[in-house]
């Protein structure tokens, strides 16, 4: 069972435009909301974090939604460029004395940037 | 700044054999994660230790196990090695709980 859904499996945005990534969870005790970017071969690399108590977030072209009553996030990706085609992750984790903050992932999406 | 260290980076394997992996905090992070990706899948997180404990456990087979160091360098024992094990082994690690920073991965290939 997926606790982490993510949509879409594939994007592909023309350079300057906007890459829109979604992700839904189920698990209301997760508090830890972050994005990670992989590149073939590569690890994944943290891009930005997002906790419950805010509902958007903002690092360059980089943007965090966050809806919690609707328990759904997204990315937003301005200016697109080529450099990032990559596979984008969504993950949820939790805190706490008894949690670990191990992360659950979604299935992850392939975006390509066109020239 | 000093990122996650994990070696090998590369690794083949026959079945059955063993595999032993490494991997190397970012200094002072007393948090260490293993995760498996298989080809085109989701990282899976496999076991997390906290000062030198084993803290979670996930989907693991028992042929595997792990351990955390005095040094907190953490390694990942893998025996009777089978085609399925074939896959990138990430070792993140995370000041306590927070921010996990991943290494570049191991890849075992088994033959």
């Known amino acids: 069972q997926q606790q982490v859904k993510q949509s879409p499996q594939s994007l592909i945005v023309q350079k300057g435009g906007i890459s829109i990534i979604n992700c839904a969870y189920e698990?209301?005790?997760?508090?830890?909301f972050p994005w990670y970017q992989q590149f073939p071969g590569k690890g994944p690399a943290l891009l930005i974090a997002?906790?419950?108590?805010?509902s958007e977030k903002k690092e360059g072209r980089f943007t965090i939604s966050f809806n919690k009553s609707a328990k759904q996030f997204s990315l937003h990706i301005m200016d697109s460029q080529p450099g990032d085609s990559a596979t984008y992750f969504c993950?949820?984790?939790?805190?706490?004395?008894?949690?670990?903050?191990?992360?659950?992932f979604g299935q992850g999406t392939t975006l390509q940037v066109k020239p | 700044a000093a990122g996650v260290i994990q070696s090998p980076r590369h690794l083949i394997k026959e079945k059955r054999e063993t595999a032993t992996l490494k991997c190397y905090p970012i200094?002072?992070?007393?948090?260490v994660y293993w995760y498996q990706q298989g080809p085109g899948q989701d990282p899976q997180f496999l076991i997390s230790?906290?000062?030198?404990?084993?803290?979670d456990k996930g989907s693991i087979p028992d042929r595997f196990s792990a351990q955390q160091f005095s040094d907190y360098h953490s390694e990942l024992n893998m025996s009777s090695l089978e085609l399925g094990d074939s896959a990138l082994y990430f070792c993140?690690?995370?000041?306590?709980?927070?921010?996990?920073?991943f290494g570049p991965g191991t890849r075992l290939t088994v033959l």
């Open positions: 200094p002072r992070h007393d948090t």
């Open positions: 993140a690690s995370s000041l306590f709980s927070d921010t996990q920073y």
């Open positions: 993950a949820a984790s939790r805190f706490g004395s008894s949690n670990t903050g191990k992360l659950i």
């Open positions: 230790f906290y000062e030198k404990m084993q803290s």
């Open positions: 997002i906790r419950p108590d805010v």
């Open positions: 698990n209301t005790a997760f508090d830890y």
